[in-house]
């Protein structure tokens, strides 16, 4: 489905992804989008546990100086509409919550 959340992260002002969660075998079909940030990429899953489902993220697209080459993105259920977020990679951390979108 599509989700859409802001985030911070130390050293930057709160910004927006928007992600799409479309396969769990083809990482191609789940892209990820960080606007303010200009950076986009790809969630390829990873497995889940008991209460969240992990993928690596590679960002592979995008202007900013601030894109990470690859991190963990795990993401925890809060309810059916929302989930919350944690990016970890590259030294830096950014946590937020998305919500289902449509």
């Given at each position: 489905g599509e989700w859409q959340?802001?985030?911070t992260q130390k050293g930057l002002k709160p910004f927006t992804v928007r992600a799409t969660i479309a396969s769990l075998e083809r990482s191609k079909q789940n892209t990820v989008h960080y606007s303010e940030i200009n950076c986009s990429g790809n969630w390829d899953y990873l497995?889940?546990?008991a209460t969240a489902y992990r993928f690596r993220e590679v960002i592979d697209r995008g202007?900013?100086?601030v894109?990470?080459?690859t991190g963990t993105v795990t993401l925890t259920p809060l309810t059916d509409d929302r989930v919350d977020y944690v990016f970890t990679g590259g030294g830096i951390a950014s946590r937020g919550v998305l919500a289902?979108?449509?």
């Amino acid at each position: 489905g599509e989700w859409q959340g802001r985030l911070t992260q130390k050293g930057l002002k709160p910004f927006t992804v928007r992600a799409t969660i479309a396969s769990l075998e083809r990482s191609k079909q789940n892209t990820v989008h960080y606007s303010e940030i200009n950076c986009s990429g790809n969630w390829d899953y990873l497995g889940a546990s008991a209460t969240a489902y992990r993928f690596r993220e590679v960002i592979d697209r995008g202007a900013g100086k601030v894109c990470k080459g690859t991190g963990t993105v795990t993401l925890t259920p809060l309810t059916d509409d929302r989930v919350d977020y944690v990016f970890t990679g590259g030294g830096i951390a950014s946590r937020g919550v998305l919500a289902r979108q449509g």
